[in-house]
């Protein structure tokens, strides 16, 4: 099962928007995309998940396109606290997650 | 209300001793997981619970790696024969089926001497 590909890191300064770009060139028909986000020395924490088009919530926004071959995670205005390790894991059946590397985020002041 | 917990935070033990490591999930989830997480990398899918069904075993990376699940409680990932390779951080996520956010707990950071 292929794992989905995402930038192993990015760099950013408080207030900018951030975008993680995934690519998820096997995707299921039924599956949805879904983003987690990671702290040291913490569990991956659920942030959005989307079927198509955007979705929207208090912390981020989604961007899918029609062909469901990627996703785009934004982070708008990031800060300090932002700074983690943000993985677009895909399920890999029975609905285990099939992580990469994820992409490491490092905002600076 | 509760989130997933898992215990111990912290494992120190010696080559070749067995290791026990625990998870209580988020109360009324029917599906649990374990993963492993070395350093710098990421999330390795161990095992996965359904209710009563069979566990998906197919991410155990050697039969001295095993778990069990008592209902839809707690559980525990049993490590015999422990090697230095297998030092990483145990996570155990829970879930309701159907639904694919997961939530983790904030894993067992094994060591081994």
């Known amino acids: 099962l292929a794992k989905t590909t995402q930038p192993i890191s990015m760099d950013s300064y408080e207030g900018q928007e951030v975008n993680i770009t995934c690519s998820h060139n096997n995707i299921a028909t039924n599956d949805y995309i879904t983003w987690y986000q990671q702290f040291p020395s913490q569990g991956p924490r659920f942030i959005i998940q989307g079927y198509k088009t955007k979705v929207t919530n208090e912390v981020a926004s989604l961007f899918i396109p029609a062909d469901r071959k990627s996703s785009t995670l934004s982070l708008p205005r990031v800060s300090l606290s932002d700074t983690a390790v943000y993985y677009c894991?895909?399920?890999?059946?029975?609905?285990?997650?099939?992580f990469g590397t994820g992409t490491r985020l490092q905002v600076f002041p | 209300g509760a989130g997933v917990s898992q215990s111990p935070s912290n494992k120190v033990t010696e080559k070749g001793k067995d290791v026990e490591l625990r998870c209580d999930p988020i109360?009324?989830?029917?599906?649990l997981y374990w993963y492993r997480q070395r350093l710098g990398q990421g999330l390795e899918f161990l095992i996965y619970f359904q209710g009563n069904s069979a566990p998906d075993k197919s991410g155990l990376p050697s039969d001295r790696f095993s778990a069990e699940r008592t209902g839809e409680s707690v559980s525990t990932l049993t490590i015999q024969r422990t090697q230095q390779e297998d030092s990483a951080v145990y996570l155990c996520?829970?879930?309701?089926?159907?639904?694919?956010?997961?939530?983790f707990g904030p894993g067992t950071r094994l060591t081994v001497l």
């Open positions: 109360s009324g989830h029917t599906a």
């Open positions: 996520a829970s879930s309701n089926p159907g639904r694919e956010e997961q939530f």
């Open positions: 894991p895909r399920l890999g059946g029975t609905d285990k997650l099939i």
